[in-house]
C-alpha cells in the first residue's frame, strides 16, 4: 500500500512509514493511493466466512504488499480475536455489537490491529517501542489494552487522578506486563501536554523509541472496515442484502472505515452520520459551510468532538465533492434528551440497554426509517458496553447490566500506578528513571 497526504497528492509514503509517523508534517492525513475493490463473488458469498477470515482477505488486499499472506493471518487471527455480531431487534432492525473486545468498546479492533502491525514491523530485535498515550478514561484504554503483551513495545498510560470511572481505571491500572499506568495530579489535558511534551525533547527520543499510537493511524482506520463486510455476512445468511448503516460518530474514524469498506465494493444502501449536539458535520452537509466548534460535553462523551478529524477523509474518499458525500451519509444529531430518552424507549419496548453512543445510533436509525420507508435492513452500530457509563441509567436498569468476564476478572487484582505530579520535570524524571 503506498499513501499520499489528503494535503498533497503526490506525496508518496509506504504502509510501514505511515504507521509510525501516523500524520504527514504537512497536516493532511494519510489515504491509500489505491482502494482494491474486493472480488464480488466473494462479497456476494461473504456468509460463507468467518470474521477473521474476512478480516484477513480484506486486509490482505490492502496491505498484501507490505505484510506476508502468513505473518498478516497470523497477525490477524491475535488481534481480532472476539465477535461482532449482529443482534435483532426489531423486523428491519438490528444492532451490530461491537464491544465484545477486551476494553469494552469498538476501538479495541483498532488499537488490537495496529498494535500488532507497530510490533511486526518493529522487530523482535530492534529497540523497544515506547507508546505514549495520554487519556480521558476510555479511549487511552483501549490502546493500552491493544498493546497488551504485544512483544517488543512498551505502554505507559497517562490518566488524570480521581476522574476516570471505577472501571476505567481497574483497566488501566491491573494488567502489569508491558503496560504502565500514570496518574497525574491534574486534568486530561495536563495529560495530554507532558505527552506532546516527551515527544518534543530531544533527551527522551534520544534513548527511546517513541510513538503515539495516534486516533487518525491509517493502522486503525483498516480493521474498522473488517466489521462492515462481516455485519453484511451476517444479514446474507438472513437473505437481507439491502443496508443502512448508522454509525455513532465522534472523531468520524468508525464511519469513515464504513465508507472505505464501501469503496472497497460492499453494497450499502445509506449511512447514518448519528451525532450529540457536536455537529460539525450535520451542520456542514446542510449549508455547505465547515465550521468547527469548541465542543460541548454530553452524555455520549466519547463523541464530543468539535472538529472530527477523520472528516477530511471522507472528504477525500468522495474526491472532495460534497454532493457526492451527501448522497451517501445522512447526518442527523441528538440532544442529550433524546438521547436519555433514547435509552428508556429501548429498554421500555425491547428489553435492550444501550449505552448512550449507541442509543443515538438507534435514534438516527428510527428518523432514517421513518423518513425513507421501504424494505431494506437498518444496522445501528454499539460502540460500547453499557457497563461502561453506569451514571446514565435509573439504578433499575443498571442492576440489569451484566458486567462482562473482562472486567470482573480485574476487580480482585493489584492496582499498580505511579503518582507524578503534572510538572514535565516530574514527568520525565519518572520516565528516565523507569
Ligand atoms: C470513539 C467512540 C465513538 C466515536 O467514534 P469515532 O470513530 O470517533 O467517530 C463512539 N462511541 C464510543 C463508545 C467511542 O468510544
Not at 465547515?290 to 463523541?303: D, G, K, V
Amino acid at each position: 500500500m503506498k499513501l499520499y497526504s489528503t494535503n498533497n497528492k503526490d506525496l508518496r509514503v509506504s504502509f510501514k512509514e505511515a504507521v509510525f509517523n501516523s500524520l504527514p508534517a504537512d497536516k493532511g492525513l494519510y489515504m491509500p493511493v489505491d482502494i482494491p475493490k474486493l472480488d464480488p463473488y466473494f462479497i456476494s458469498n461473504l456468509q460463507n466466512y468467518s470474521l477473521q477470515e474476512i478480516a484477513f482477505e480484506v486486509a490482505y488486499r490492502l496491505i498484501g504488499d507490505d505484510i506476508p499472506a502468513d505473518d498478516l493471518k497470523k497477525l490477524v487471527k491475535e488481534a481480532i480475536n472476539f465477535d461482532a455480531p449482529v443482534v435483532p431487534l426489531d423486523a428491519g432492525m438490528a444492532v451490530l455489537e461491537l464491544f465484545h473486545g477486551p476494553s469494552l468498546a469498538f476501538k479495541d479492533f483498532g488499537a488490537r490491529f495496529m498494535s500488532r502491525v507497530m510490533s511486526y514491523f518493529s522487530g523482535y530485535d530492534d529497540q523497544l517501542l515506547d507508546v505514549l498515550v495520554a487519556t480521558s478514561g476510555d479511549t487511552g484504554g483501549a490502546v493500552a489494552l491493544g498493546f497488551l503483551g504485544v512483544a517488543g513495545t512498551r505502554v505507559t498510560i497517562l490518566y488524570p487522578k480521581g476522574k476516570v470511572s471505577p472501571i476505567q481505571e481497574l483497566q488501566l491500572t491491573t494488567h502489569g506486563q508491558n503496560i504502565r499506568a500514570v496518574e497525574i495530579d491534574g486534568t486530561f489535558d495536563d495529560c495530554q501536554a507532558l505527552v506532546k511534551e516527551a515527544f518534543n525533547d530531544p533527551a527522551l527520543n534520544q534513548r527511546f523509541r517513541l510513538t503515539s499510537a495516534n486516533s487518525i493511524n491509517i493502522a486503525r482506520l483498516i480493521p474498522q472496515t473488517f466489521y462492515y463486510f462481516y455485519a453484511y455476512a451476517q444479514l446474507l445468511s438472513q437473505g437481507l442484502k439491502d443496508v443502512v448503516f448508522s454509525v455513532p460518530s465522534g472523531n468520524f474514524g468508525n464511519i469513515g472505515a464504513g465508507l472505505l469498506a464501501y469503496k472497497m465494493g460492499l453494497p450499502v444502501r445509506q449511512f447514518l452520520a448519528a451525532t450529540n449536539v457536536n455537529d460539525t458535520v450535520p451542520r456542514f452537509l446542510e449549508n455547505g459551510l465547515y465550521e468547527p466548534r469548541p465542543s460541548i460535553q454530553t452524555l455520549a462523551n466519547a463523541m464530543d468532538v468539535g472538529n472530527p478529524s477523520n472528516w477530511v477523509r471522507i472528504m477525500d474518499l468522495f474526491g472532495g465533492a460534497i454532493d457526492q458525500v451527501k448522497e451517501k451519509v445522512t447526518a442527523y444529531r441528538f440532544t442529550d434528551e433524546d438521547t436519555r430518552a433514547a435509552i428508556h424507549s429501548l429498554v421500555d419496548h425491547f428489553g435492550y440497554i444501550a449505552c448512550p453512543h449507541t442509543a443515538i445510533a438507534w435514534l438516527a436509525a428510527q428518523a432514517y426509517q421513518k423518513d425513507h420507508p421501504g424494505e431494506y435492513a437498518t444496522v445501528f452500530l454499539s460502540t460500547a458496553h453499557p457497563c461502561k457509563f453506569p451514571e446514565v441509567f435509573t439504578p433499575e436498569t443498571s442492576a440489569k447490566i451484566r458486567i462482562p468476564a473482562q472486567v470482573t476478572a480485574l476487580v480482585d487484582r493489584e492496582k499498580q500506578v505511579e503518582h507524578v505530579e503534572k510538572s514535565y520535570e516530574s514527568f520525565k524524571s519518572y520516565f528516565l528513571k523507569a
